[in-house]
């Protein structure tokens, strides 16, 4: 099994969507795909006043629900505040172990899983854990999610820097329209600048509400995305 880990640059940048653009593409493509995210926060309830998280109902979703939602997400909080911090309002705490293995259910049963963070890349997931470190331990390379508006070159040049820094393999930086906002015309420049200020692959941006992604042109893009998975080593 090889792995790929979506973080982002905040939150609320669209990380679920993109992962659920990517889980679908490869499920029709008959690839043998699953998704984990080690924990979440902030849960809204159902109709029966139930707490249901709609970042795992939508993974889920992507994945046709063939496979267990305890094994898409393994440790779930209800505050919509980050991991560490929802399982204090709990009394309890984010069980790092878990973060960690919380994916062996995965190995037997598929080739590639789709990891996603909670927040941006260093937001907590447990006490003394963030979502880099996590990545770190899992070995799986990045693949950065940030918003396509104005202020994402200062945002994105952060989250690339501190990565590397810390010795992160990067798969790429996906931007992600996660709202429609037609004045903000930095939106039609912002892959191209980008491109000229990292060697990291800008793979290119997802409109609003479209399921195509796009290069600065506006021309669809085709990724290879079994290749970006195969930056890790197999684990399992």
Same mark, same amino acid.
């Given at each position: ?43 809204? %309830? ?7 998280? /709609? ?12 496979? %267990? ?12 505040? $980050?991991?560490?911090? $929802? ?8 069980? /790092? ?10 190995? #037997? ?6 990891? #996603? ?30 918003? $396509? ?11 690339? /820097? ?29 892959? #191209? ?16 509400? /479209?399921?195509?992604?796009?290069? #600065? ?20």
């Amino acid at each position: 099994m090889r792995g790929l880990f979506i973080t982002g640059t905040d939150t609320g940048v669209g990380k679920t969507y993109i992962a659920c653009q990517i889980l679908k593409t490869m499920n029709q493509a008959g690839v043998s795909v699953g998704a984990y995210k080690p924990v979440c926060s902030g849960s809204l %309830p159902d109709a029966s006043g139930k707490p249901r998280w /709609e970042d795992l109902d939508h993974l889920s979703a992507a994945l046709d629900h063939r496979f %267990p939602l305890k094994w898409i997400g393994p440790q779930r909080f209800d505050a919509a505040v $980050a991991p560490p911090r $929802a399982a204090r309002l709990e009394s309890s705490r984010v069980d /790092e172990d878990l973060l960690l293995h919380g994916l062996n259910p995965w190995k #037997e049963q598929i080739d590639y899983l789709l990891v #996603e963070g909670a927040g941006g890349l260093l937001s907590p997931v447990s006490d003394s854990m963030s979502n880099l470190d996590l990545a770190l331990s899992l070995g799986f390379p990045l693949l950065i999610v940030a918003r $396509a508006g104005l202020g994402t070159i200062n945002h994105s040049l952060l989250t690339i /820097e501190v990565a590397r820094s810390r010795g992160a393999r990067l798969a790429g930086l996906l931007l992600n329209e996660s709202h429609a906002d037609c004045d903000d015309i930095s939106r039609q420049y912002n892959c #191209e600048d980008l491109a000229s200020w990292t060697d990291c692959p800008v793979l290119g941006c997802w409109p609003h509400d /479209e399921s195509d992604l796009v290069d #600065e042109n506006g021309l669809t893009v085709s990724v290879d995305w079994l290749n970006l998975f195969d930056l890790s080593p197999k684990v399992g």
